[in-house]
């Protein structure tokens, strides 16, 4: 198995839902032995797509792991989802890898879906090679989709292929460092291509991309620089080093083109991985210093975390060191000592053990009971916190409740595992409503988690919407005296109290003062006063909204020897406090979010004025890099349905992201309909 003589690439499969990203690698696992026979998406046979929600819906929903060796190079593949709603997949997988291949599809282009995963990639530093995909396809070009790669995502590229004809007549490409055609003759998996001389009528195109690649790689090497100044040729082996280089180093991005599901141009992109992708001590160097990095404290990231009923599996990242069956792990993040059970690399749905695993290697750990993910694994004596994975706020809330007792019984266990294993989705109960809200990134993702309760846990649940929370505030001062009387038969009520009502600061909730002196009330009394107050605020004055912001103050009072009870001062500073409220100018208040929307500038303005008819007020414009970002105010109650309408509204080119931000005092016309 791998050692470290073993040459490793770590690497991550990534694009827009729908671009070939799980044909292309069930291709790559075909061609490098690792399967014998390969699935197909559309037929619900793919080795990497093994969860049944997946292989149902035709989408990639869990980053998958697997080991792959290509001319003697251990490769390490993370394929993971291309939908929006399942992104903190592909968020923590580009964390902890070395490197990703993006895959286009040859007719669509830079889809949305890629832009943000290019963003992804750049936060992490993480070097790329393009893959243009399905270019057998009818409205396949790929000269467009090389100029939508350069504009759309500010980047600058290497082209080392050109495609050999093009939708139903594509059979080749052109490889530009050998000047050479690669021919398939057959669609069949594993039909071997035929090496040839380019063909003439595309001579003069291929010696005109390859010297704009040359011009390009050659800054590279000074040697490289030099030849190339004095016209002199140069050596095929020393572009491929120049372009390794300058793809580690994030200055350009190789493009190369191909038909995954037609088996054409697997090997060459394999080769690609292999040649121009860091290993993990290329970019493990930097910090090793003279040291071997496997020898160093142990440091790694668990970045993904699997919960069944046997347990928990925790995926992990070495980045220096290793671990080893047995070894207890400090947790950095929680001061916890863990100890390591048992040791997996994971191919897919199978699981092959290991005793240990060194620096660089990515592997799956069984025993660790308060690991989760973004959490820092290092050695009890060097202890080290790696940089966390940030987890995005989830923007759409479902209620949910259980169909019977038995489903009660089993659905908080059910969703503590769910969220265990997806960072990105919340549970949380409303305080008021008693409802369990249920929070993600969009609507699949909810679909799909409440699939899992009913699927994985036999659980089903009642789903609805959430309620807005809204509070409700006083807006001037007012003082109100209030007598508490009863008598019928036996011991009497009573209890007189005088009572002042104040605002306080936005975000203050509420706060009691006793200005009682010289016993007109009897100290044992107080308490039940302020008992009253907030029993009587958490339930409002005008709509049924808790009442915030406010302090209230017993200014005054008188008892009775026999009569008077905590009882009997609790119901008066109740009413008391009713009384007050409604004298004190009462207002509903609403939260309101900070939304960041992230637009092409051609969609700003339909993007401004959709924020503006949701009562948004905008703060800020910035640019960045080629998008522009937008902040604005927004009431919650006007968000709702809102990411589905941004994507028409921008052809799925936009994203946002919110928190909560304040709380403010809803428009009197919407606040009478509230009431009513």
Not at 234 to 262: E, H, W
Not at 267 to 282: R, T
Not at 374 to 389: F, K, R, S
Not at 451 to 468: A, M, N
Request: hydrophobic share 40%; glycine share 8%.
């Amino acid at each position: 198995m791998n050692n470290k003589q073993t040459p490793r690439r770590n690497i991550g499969i990534i694009a827009h839902v729908d671009a070939g990203k799980t044909t292309t690698t069930e291709r790559v696992l075909f061609y490098t032995g690792a399967s014998h026979r390969m699935g197909e998406v559309h037929e619900g046979t793919t080795t990497m797509d093994f969860d049944p929600q997946e292989r149902q819906r035709g989408i990639t929903i869990n980053s998958a792991a697997t080991t792959v060796f290509w001319r003697g190079v251990q490769i390490n593949l993370i394929d993971t989802p291309g939908h929006i709603d399942f992104n903190i997949e592909v968020n923590r997988s580009l964390r902890v890898l070395d490197g990703a291949v993006v895959v286009f599809d040859g007719v669509a282009g830079v889809e949305p879906q890629t832009e943000t995963n290019w963003r992804l990639a750049d936060k992490y530093q993480v070097p790329r090679l393009c893959f243009i995909n399905k270019l057998d396809r009818v409205g396949a070009d790929f000269a467009r989709v090389h100029n939508m790669i350069e504009e759309r995502l500010g980047v600058r590229t290497v082209v080392l292929q050109l495609p050999i004809g093009i939708e139903a007549g594509f059979k080749g490409i052109i490889d530009l460092i050998d000047m050479k055609a690669l021919i398939w003759t057959s669609d069949q998996a594993g039909h071997p291509f035929e090496t040839g001389p380019i063909p003439a009528d595309m001579l003069d195109d291929a010696q005109a991309w390859r010297a704009r690649l040359i011009e390009t790689v050659v800054e590279r090497d000074e040697h490289a620089m030099e030849s190339y100044v004095q016209g002199l040729p140069i050596d095929a082996d020393v572009l491929r080093a120049c372009i390794r280089t300058g793809t580690i180093a994030g200055d350009f991005v190789p493009v190369l083109a191909g038909s995954a599901f037609k088996n054409k141009g697997v090997e060459p992109l394999l080769d690609a991985v292999v040649a121009y992708l860091p290993s993990p001590e290329d970019r493990l160097a930097a910090v090793a210093g003279e040291q071997p990095v496997s020898e160093q404290p142990l440091s790694a990231l668990a970045f993904k975390l699997v919960a069944d009923e046997h347990g928990s599996m925790v995926f992990v990242r070495v980045y220096s060191g290793r671990i080893r069956v047995g070894d207890t792990v400090l947790n950095a993040n929680t001061g916890k000592k863990e100890r390591i059970a048992r040791i997996y690399e994971v191919h897919a749905d199978q699981r092959q053990e290991r005793q240990e695993i060194v620096a660089g290697d990515i592997a799956a750990i069984v025993g660790l009971k308060d690991t989760l993910t973004g959490n820092t694994l290092c050695a009890p004596t060097h202890p080290v916190v790696l940089e966390h994975i940030v987890v995005p706020e989830p923007v759409i809330d479902v209620a949910i409740e259980p169909k019977s007792r038995v489903d009660q019984q089993s659905l908080g266990k059910a969703l503590h595992l769910l969220s265990r294993e997806d960072p990105s989705l919340r549970v949380q109960q409303d305080a008021e409503s008693g409802q369990i809200i249920l929070s993600g990134m969009g609507e699949l993702q909810l679909e799909v988690s409440l699939e899992k309760l009913r699927s994985r846990f036999g659980v089903e649940v009642s789903v609805g919407q959430p309620e807005v929370a809204y509070r409700e505030t006083i807006s001037q001062e007012a003082k109100v005296q209030y007598v508490h009387k009863k008598q019928s038969g036996g011991p009497g009520q009573f209890a007189d109290i005088t009572l002042k009502v104040s605002l306080l600061p936005r975000g203050e909730g509420m706060q009691f003062e006793s200005q009682i002196t010289g016993g007109a009330i009897p100290r044992e009394f107080i308490p039940a006063v302020e008992a009253g107050v907030k029993r009587a605020a958490a339930s409002g004055v005008l709509g049924g909204y808790p009442c915030v912001d406010f302090k209230a103050t017993l200014v005054d009072g008188s008892f009775h020897e026999r009569d008077s009870s905590a009882m009997a001062f609790e119901h008066a500073a109740g009413a008391a406090f009713r009384e007050a409220a409604r004298k004190a100018g009462p207002v509903v208040l609403e939260p309101v979010m900070c939304v960041e929307v992230i637009t092409p500038a051609e969609h700003l303005g339909d993007c401004l004025g959709d924020l503006l008819r949701r009562r948004g007020q905008v703060r800020s414009q910035d640019v960045r890099g080629n998008a522009t970002v937008v902040t604005a105010d927004v009431p919650l109650k006007a968000m709702f349905g809102y990411i589905g309408h941004l994507r028409a509204l921008t052809s799925g080119r936009a994203q946002y992201s919110m928190q909560f931000d304040h709380y403010e005092q809803v428009p009197a016309h919407l606040q009478a309909g509230l009431i009513a």
